[in-house]
């Protein structure tokens, strides 16, 4: 997806659904939803022009399971991360995850980890015939409260979403998350496809442009006069 592609109407509104979910109770969901076509088009706009500039994060503690400190972003700025990670990113970062990595996937729920459970569970019994083994429940100790973490995170998105023309939007993103760990981070440089990938998303585009002609119908053999239906 380029990114004119990304600035689109439709893209945009695609990822407010998507941020709204679970959310829709809260002041600053309920006060986008209640304007949500004016402030989609004006996002769209703000995009295109290269003059969107991410908001202050919200910081908060949550007590549940444990004390943890939250830095959320405004809900236009979750807008916006959701039509870069669920158009670009989400793709380019799932093909390296290994089967059983379950984090905030596409059908990948909890049934289908319950049933990947099921079927380990099922497979060491029929392996060895008792059961005896074991299951490793871990966290990471303050993982997302790391400055290191925070960075290789960030580094790793940046990599990501260095394709088109995202390096303005890029830039302003890291000098947000840069203020937060105290230290400047410089986003990748555009990265420059070959002329044959060019070529190749090009006619890509050009068919999903095209309209879509349904198949013509079989032509009828015509039946000469005098021949009964049945023959």
Not at 91 to 104: L, M, P
Not at 105 to 111: C, F, M, N, P, S
Not at 112 to 141: E, P, Q, S
Request: with cysteine; charged share 30%.
């Amino acid at each position: 997806m380029t990114y004119q592609e990304l600035c689109a109407f439709e893209v945009l509104y695609d990822a407010y659904l998507e941020a709204r979910k679970r959310k829709r109770k809260k002041p600053a969901t309920a006060q986008y939803e209640a304007n949500v076509l004016a402030y989609t088009d004006r996002l769209s706009h703000i995009l295109e022009a290269k003059t969107y500039r991410p908001g202050k994060f919200e910081t908060f503690y949550v007590f549940e399971p444990k004390k943890r400190l939250v830095q959320a972003p405004a809900f236009v700025d979750k807008v916006v991360l959701h039509a870069i990670t669920d158009n670009v990113l989400y793709d380019a970062i799932t093909r390296s995850f290994i089967r059983d990595n379950y984090a905030s996937q596409k059908r990948k729920g909890t049934h289908d980890g319950l049933g990947r459970l099921k079927w380990a569970m099922t497979d060491y019994y029929r392996k060895h015939g008792n059961a005896d083994g074991w299951v490793l429940k871990a966290d990471v100790h303050h993982f997302f409260a790391s400055k290191d973490e925070i960075k290789d995170s960030w580094t790793a998105w940046d990599a990501h979403a260095a394709h088109g023309d995202t390096y303005a939007l890029r830039t302003k993103i890291a000098q947000q998350v840069g203020a937060i760990i105290g230290e400047p981070l410089q986003p990748r440089r555009k990265i420059t496809a070959s002329p044959s990938v060019r070529q190749l998303r090009r006619l890509r585009q050009q068919r999903r442009s095209q309209p879509q002609n349904p198949p013509e119908a079989p032509a009828l053999a015509v039946r000469p006069d005098g021949i009964p239906p049945w023959e």
